[in-house]
């Protein structure tokens, strides 16, 4: 089941917790010169021979879960290890990827091509957009044949320095340019694990030190580590057992947030020592817990000395901890999925500890930032469900005005602030907008805001992300994509509206996006309800008469925003011939805060019946047939290919559920499972008769069925905190056992990762060229000269 520019723990897209929170920046990633379409080439069909291994059978351990006269019967319940180490489910998982490795052989040398061929697009020595900030630019650089990035910064030049940021500047390298410092190597970092990921890098303020927080396991508990930013010494002892929250609250002190038992963020801790140590003595700290605390830490000191600025006790909600545009203060939130408010820390008294911004209000939703002497206030409640814009003085938080007004048709999706600039990020009609307002000089009233400047953007359908910018400055930066365009970074004057892209992401081979075709189409659920499905293929190869294969991916959980971007491992499908289509179902945040509501709770059905009438739509107007239709969908969007595969099997050739929540009863009504509590307000607690049997109804576990099944491929990763391994696992063993079809269904689960599977760049483009040749095996589209078999 059961993200912020670093992926943090938690389960909304900004800031609350996604226990089912999908890979979308990681699924099929990266273009081949040596590659040529495909056309009227000779196919490998596979059967499933004689001679074809006998899958996995796990053994049958009666369990009876009895509740309000109901009774369900879990044979496989014993495949549940918390300290994933039992031998015989071990034992059995590795059963399962021996005979996914069997069952897949016969594609090897073809998922060798693709994988080849998806790395080959990739340039691998490269660097990202230089970033200014303070005397430096900041980027990371990627090298030849290496998994991992380095983090490096090159100080800017005298003469640049003195100036103010330009749109036009441009980072000065060779001869006579200031020398680069490779700060952080990961690849050195992750020599000695089979995983490893940087879920925070923060900068110190004066730029001398660096804080950031490893995982090493998966398991996305970290590990805090500081450095110096020149020599790359390590300063101080680590600091253990934290999430990826992570801030500086001045030079000197770090704030971070530690989970308890059930992996939520718990607590916020502040190390301060001496005086306000004493302070808030008052909070209750467990010695033997404090693993699990969120912390301020003052440098120099030990972590057994970190002092608890916040204790939420509150099992259904989750803290949050983010630092202001100005970086003048930083704001604790706790938040459920309905309702969020508000602390903040003046980062010059941090000893002085929180103070409250907004109060707890059941039903109110509040995101805080800061500019001048007024702090800005992003509000949402039943009544202002698109949420408004108001801001309030540092010393009356209470008296505030109203910048930008709800509105039913343009949901306020996240505000940036510069210091006379406010950037407000929005969506209508499913599309995303910037808009750009001029702010008066601090210490001016602040009114109403009108007249606006927009951004605009070229493609039908795109994604457009926040990238980190400069208060001080004039320069908004922000990353722009679309089906067929890759990552783009710009930045943008927003005093003379002048546009600069600083960085296209690089593609290698012969690709030309004027290749391809990307269109916006509307299905009609059941209710008449008109859902937005944006499509990508190649104009040359595509026939749209339903001979073409097509992947429909869905999500549709958590208000999260699946917005149509570019990935270059997606070529490969596109130049065979495919199609690709996202289905923004109900349950996801793209057509506002209402779509959401309306896809959740005892209305979760709607995801699933969108989903449906998009693949109806989508082979009535001959985008494909039953027969050529494949389906995706990871983490809660795993729980959506659970459902339309039980309700409606036969619409679908291949499948694909990526560490899938699919046990939803019996997940949901045990608490000491991760996140469980505080998705009660997502999916519903199942302690109460309504949700319970609602919930049980789509469950994917307890509706599986004797019925025939499309091709399946099931994935999960044994140290995953989000979903536990055992769900994924209990489903495949279940459709083993009920489903009457010969179809392949395999399940990989990946022993030494989590729920964003493996860590390295490469291994990353391995796995997306094994999830690729599965759905060209299960189509029958492996050439036969690359499986060495005659047809």
């Given at each position: 089941m059961m993200i912020s520019t670093t992926m943090r723990f938690n389960r909304r897209i900004s800031i609350v917790g996604l226990l089912h929170f999908p890979l979308i920046l990681s699924s099929l990633s990266s273009s081949s010169s040596s590659f040529r379409p495909l056309v009227g080439a000779k196919l490998f069909r596979s059967s499933m021979a004689s001679e074809t291994p006998k899958p996995p059978a796990a053994k049958k351990v009666k369990h009876v879960m009895e509740l309000f006269g109901d009774v369900r019967v879990d044979n496989y319940y014993w495949l549940r290890d918390d300290s994933r180490s039992d031998p015989e489910v071990l034992s059995y998982l590795k059963q399962e990827n021996a005979y996914t490795d069997s069952i897949m052989s016969d594609a090897n040398k073809f998922e060798e091509e693709l994988f080849k061929e998806i790395r080959a697009r990739i340039k691998e020595d490269d660097v990202s957009a230089p970033l200014r900030k303070g005397g430096f630019y900041y980027y990371t650089r990627t090298l030849q044949g290496k998994e991992y990035v380095q983090h490096c910064r090159r100080p800017l030049p005298q003469?640049?320095?003195?100036?103010?940021?330009?749109?036009n500047d441009s980072m000065q390298t060779g001869d006579g340019a200031p020398e680069e410092r490779v700060i952080l190597d990961e690849n050195l970092m992750a020599q000695n694990y089979a995983y490893y990921s940087i879920g925070a890098y923060e900068v110190s303020p004066n730029h001398n030190l660096v804080a950031y927080a490893e995982d090493t396991k998966g398991d996305e508990i970290y590990t805090v580590r500081l450095i110096d930013a020149d020599t790359g010494a390590t300063v101080g002892k680590a600091l253990s057992g934290t999430t990826s929250y992570l801030e500086w609250a001045g030079d000197s002190h770090l704030v971070y947030i530690t989970m308890d038992e059930t992996l939520r963020p718990d607590k916020l801790i502040a190390a301060t020592g001496g005086?306000?140590?004493?302070?808030?003595?008052?909070?209750?700290?467990?010695?033997?817990?404090?693993?699990?605390?969120?912390?301020?830490?003052?440098?120099?000191?030990?972590?057994?000395?970190?002092?608890?600025?916040?204790?939420?006790?509150?099992?259904?909600?989750?803290?949050?901890?983010?630092?202001?545009?100005?970086?003048?203060?930083?704001?604790?939130?706790?938040?459920?999925?309905?309702?969020?408010?508000?602390?903040?820390?003046?980062?010059?008294?941090?000893?002085?500890?929180?103070?409250?911004?907004?109060?707890?209000?059941?039903?109110?939703?509040?995101?805080?930032?800061?500019?001048?002497?007024?702090?800005?206030?992003?509000?949402?409640?039943?009544?202002?469900?698109?949420?408004?814009?108001?801001?309030?003085?540092?010393?009356?938080?209470?008296?505030?005005?109203?910048?930008?007004?709800?509105?039913?048709?343009?949901?306020?999706?996240?505000?940036?602030?510069?210091?006379?600039?406010?950037?407000?990020?929005?969506?209508?009609?499913?599309?995303?907008?910037?808009?750009?307002y001029g702010l008066p000089d601090v210490g001016e009233p602040l009114k109403g805001l009108q007249g606006g400047r927009a951004v605009d953007f070229l493609d039908p359908t795109y994604s457009v992300d926040p990238s980190e910018s400069e208060f001080s400055s004039s320069i908004l930066r922000f990353s722009y994509s679309s089906l067929k365009t890759p990552r783009s970074v710009y930045e943008y004057d927003m005093r003379t509206g002048i546009q600069v892209l600083k960085k296209i992401e690089t593609v290698l081979g012969d690709f030309d996006s004027s290749n391809y075709v990307t269109e916006r189409k509307w299905a009609s659920a059941p209710d008449g309800v008109q859902i937005p499905v944006p499509i990508v293929y190649r104009k040359d190869l595509v026939k749209l008469d339903g001979s073409d294969p097509l992947l429909l991916y869905g999500y549709g959980s958590y208000e999260i925003c699946i917005d149509p971007s570019f990935r270059t491992s997606r070529l490969s499908l596109l130049d065979r011939g495919f199609i690709y289509a996202i289905a923004h179902i109900r349950g996801g945040g793209e057509m506002g805060r209402q779509w959401y509501e309306k896809g959740k709770l005892l209305k979760k059905k709607n995801t699933f019946t969108d989903f449906i009438a998009c693949a109806e739509y989508l082979i009535r107007e001959k985008y494909c047939s039953k027969e050529r239709l494949c389906i995706e969908g990871r983490s809660a969007g795993g729980l959506l290919i659970g459902a339309v595969l039980n309700m409606r099997p036969y619409l679908f050739k291949a499948a694909v559920a990526g560490v899938p929540f699919v046990d939803v009863v019996t997940t949901m009504l045990d608490p000491t499972i991760p996140l469980t509590t505080s998705e009660w307000e997502e999916w519903g607690d199942p302690r109460k008769e309504e949700f319970y049997f609602y919930m049980k109804s789509y469950s994917p576990v307890d509706n599986v069925n004797a019925q025939n099944y499309p091709n399946i491929l099931v994935t999960a990763g044994l140290n995953d905190p989000r979903v536990m391994y055992s769900e994924p696992a209990k489903f495949v063993a279940k459709l083993r056992e009920m489903k009457t079809d010969e179809n392949i269904l395999l399940f990989k689960c990946e022993l030494g990762a989590g729920h964003f599977s493996k860590s390295g760049r490469f291994e990353k483009l391995q796995e997306d060229a094994f999830t690729l040749a599965f759905l060209m095996k299960a189509l029958n589209m492996i050439p036969a000269k690359v499986s060495g078999k005659s047809q």
């Open positions: 003469s640049q320095a003195q100036l103010p940021p330009s749109v005086v306000a140590k004493k302070k808030f003595a008052q909070i209750e700290i467990q010695e033997q817990n404090k693993m699990h605390l969120v912390w301020l830490h003052k440098l120099g000191t030990e972590q057994s000395s970190d002092t608890c600025l916040y204790h939420e006790k509150d099992d259904t909600f989750s803290v949050d901890l983010q630092a202001s545009d100005s970086k003048k203060f930083l704001f604790v939130a706790s938040e459920s999925k309905t309702t969020k408010f508000n602390f903040y820390l003046d980062v010059s008294k941090p000893e002085d500890g929180l103070v409250v911004l907004t109060p707890r209000v059941v039903g109110v939703d509040t995101t805080v930032n800061h500019r001048g002497n007024h702090f800005f206030i992003t509000r949402r409640s039943e009544e202002l469900f698109n949420s408004e814009v108001v801001a309030c003085p540092l010393d009356n938080v209470s008296d505030t005005t109203i910048l930008i007004p709800h509105r039913e048709s343009v949901k306020i999706q996240d505000i940036c602030l510069f210091s006379d600039h406010l950037v407000v990020y929005e969506r209508e009609d499913g599309l995303q907008k910037i808009t750009i």
